[in-house]
């Protein structure tokens, strides 16, 4: 008999399907599901909050994408514009995302670790993958921005962050607009 051999995809498949149906993603369960041993499970994928970090940031990146290509297609302006539009389409695309919204009621304490604890990796991952777009941005000449690329994208993806997931760090409800003035405001130039 022949030992199931286990790859990290084979387990975000699994997960990314149970968390896009609203399912928690039991650690056990899945490994029942998979075939394999939890241990076995476990040293493949790391935790199950490193896991859960892979999945949301799986859809954060497309998202991050589309957003892009959207904000493009409605005509925004290269720079400022376009980039505050892109994240606000990301952040009502986030806001309105069932399964997050099902997973952070579901499980606050952990949502709570997995976006913003640096085991999942999923805020410095969408970090990174903002610093790339400003970075692009600068590049082209569409931004001129007087702090480092790196920081201004932590501060992007914070007020964001603080914006869509608002219920959960401080029970109030998202503010789109709020968030759209105050990344302009850091990403606009003083004159």
């Known amino acids: 008999m022949s030992a199931r051999v286990l790859t990290p995809g084979d387990a975000m498949v699994a997960a990314r399907r149970w968390f896009l149906e609203g399912r928690a993603v039991d650690m056990q369960r899945l490994a029942e599901e ?14 199950r909050e490193r896991l859960l970090g892979d999945v949301i940031v799986s859809f954060a990146r ?5 957003s892009l290509v959207r904000a493009h297609e409605r005509g925004l302006v290269p720079g400022v514009e376009r980039l505050v539009g892109a994240a ?13 919204r099902t997973f952070v009621a579901a499980e606050p ?15 410095l991952r969408i970090v990174a993958a903002w610093q790339q777009v ?28 603080s914006v ?17 003035d105050l990344q302009r405001s850091l990403l606009t130039s003083p004159d």
Do not use: Q, W
């Not at 497309?62 to 589309?66: D, K, L, R, W």
């Not at 952040?91 to 069932?98: D, G, K, Q, S, Y």
């Open 34 to 47: 998979l075939a394999v041993g939890r241990a076995t499970l476990y040293r493949v994928v790391g935790s």
């Open 62 to 66: 497309p998202t991050i994408a589309a």
């Open 88 to 100: 606000r389409i990301m952040n009502r695309a986030v806001i309105e995302f069932e399964p997050l």
């Open 109 to 123: 304490e952990v949502a709570f670790r997995v976006l913003f604890m640096p085991t999942a990796g999923v805020h």
């Open 134 to 161: 400003l970075a692009r941005a600068r590049a082209r000449g569409d931004l001129h921005p007087e702090a480092d690329v790196g920081r201004l994208a932590y501060l992007f993806v914070r007020i964001g962050e």
């Open 164 to 180: 869509i997931h608002a219920d959960l760090l401080a029970g109030r409800e998202p503010d789109l607009d709020l968030a759209a």
